[in-house]
């Protein structure tokens, strides 16, 4: 049986199946990972670890473009930019690495009375993965080089279209050195996943995805009274309240819009424009939207490859013929060729339609008129999204206000696709419940074991 398969979408072919792992491949999966936890991770000390860490690293730098060339197999990623999803990956691994001493070290508390105590860091044990087809390295070692720090061990579902890259990266943690068991990569169904989280052994598990996969992981982790982290969907604001170049600006924002062939949970997807900019924003906007043409992810000047599937262009192109259908208008795009998708802008989106609401993963965007800063915050934060924002102004003391004002995990001013290894990535409301990339992402499965000392 095989629900694992590389189907290229650029082309519809399959390229590649892979069968699921039987039951008895997922025992071993984690009595493997109980054990490494248990010897390897028990015996090593931070810098052995960040020495495995870094040697990873390495080879994520070593085998960048056979790697690239898979990431455009599976999910169309152009070229270039799955090249840098590699490079960032590997700046990823390499952060945790250099920052390990400081993760680990004991955390001193100023006491009411005589002694110490202090805070120590201690791995919890074999922790699941549940990634997310669109960024097939970068999710990845944004949960693993953390928790492997600490000491914890990976057991790592990949999603069903990414088993070629999830092999090859799994290889990567295996020649770095890290022993069997210290990540797995397991290609398990659904219910095998379920079982898993039950486990006594499994002590946390970490998902990137829908609010659908998200609901059901978490409701199976409660039960079994596990930790959860959650990174889910957004619907992202990108507010222009001000600029002195709106050209710039118009850039940034079909760059934040199309990154990743539209298919980033933190991409720009409702622009939220003031009344005084609002026309030539959407001209300039929708222009710059309607140059851009979908092709061949492999040729080295490819902005917007292929969806990750026909389904998934079906789906966008539903919810677009909905939201026209309900009143919205359509300036440019709203159609598909196979899994290609044209560049797309919708205006007069209203409360009573379904895309006002809704996460319209591709490239399209709605484009709303505010009158001033109060309303477009109101606008802003009537979503049950709360992941990221981006925020035009040329006020400083507006910045700042807007900014604490905005519900999100994250909030960007006057800059979009700015993530960095050292910045936590996360979101509130329906977007998630955890903090991934930066040091407190080495703190979501931790003991923070207190040490009270006469």
Known sequence: ????????????????????????????????????HRGWSRASTVAERAALLRRAAELHRERREELADIFVREMGKPREAALGEVDFAADIAEYYADQAEAIMADQSIAILGDGTAVIRRDSLGPLIGIMPWNFPAYQIVRFAAPNLIVGNTILLKPAPQCPESSTALAQIYLDAGFPEGAYVNILATNEQIAGLIADPRVQGVSLTGSERAGAAVAEVAGRNLKKVALELGGSDPFIVLSTDDLDATVQAGVDARLDNNGQACNGAKRFIIVDDLYDAFVSKFTAAMSAVTATDPMLDDTVLGPLASQVAAEHLQEQIDRAVSQGATLLTGGSHDGAFFKPTVLTDVTPDMDAYREELFGPAAVIYRVADED????LANDTPFGLGSYLFTTDAEQAERVADRIEAGMVYVNLVLADSPELPFGGVKRSGTSRELGLLAADEFVNKKLIRTA
């Open 1 to 36: 049986m095989t629900d694992y398969a590389v189907v290229n979408p650029a082309t519809g072919q399959t390229l590649a199946a892979y069968d699921t792992f039987a039951d008895a491949q997922i025992e071993e999966a984690i009595a493997a990972a109980d054990a490494a």
């Open 375 to 378: 309303a477009a915050v109101d």
